[in-house]
């Protein structure tokens, strides 16, 4: 069973940066590579995705300030997060979309407050 561990989330002030990783266990050939996020009260939103050919797509509200990108030697996948704001304050989540399968990792914070 592959397992993705995610890294990098934190607390940070408005106008700051963070990095969040996404490690496989193993390589897996994924359609896409996502990230979510889901903020108390709130449903689970796509933030980001990459998919196998590198297309990405990004939501709205983030669009411009987050990047995703892939590793494909080290079977990672970073979300790059920059301008960040409190309204992005929420647990962020890596999804992995493969043919046979949908794998999810356990989730990091990230707090955006002064």
Do not use: H
Request: proline letters at 4%.
């Amino acid at each position: 069973q592959v397992q993705l561990v995610e890294s990098g989330g934190g607390w940070v002030q408005p106008g700051g940066s963070l990095r969040l990783s996404c490690a496989a266990s193993e390589s897996v050939f994924a359609i896409s590579n996502n990230w979510y996020r889901q903020a108390p009260g709130s449903a689970r939103e796509l933030v980001a995705q990459i998919t196998s050919g590198g297309y990405t797509k990004y939501a709205d509200s983030v669009k411009g300030r987050f990047t995703i990108s892939r590793d494909n030697a080290k079977n990672t996948v970073y979300l790059q997060m920059n301008s960040l704001k409190p309204d992005d304050t929420a647990v962020y989540y890596c999804n992995t979309k493969s043919p046979i399968n949908d794998y999810w990792g356990q989730g990091t914070q990230v707090t955006v407050s002064s």
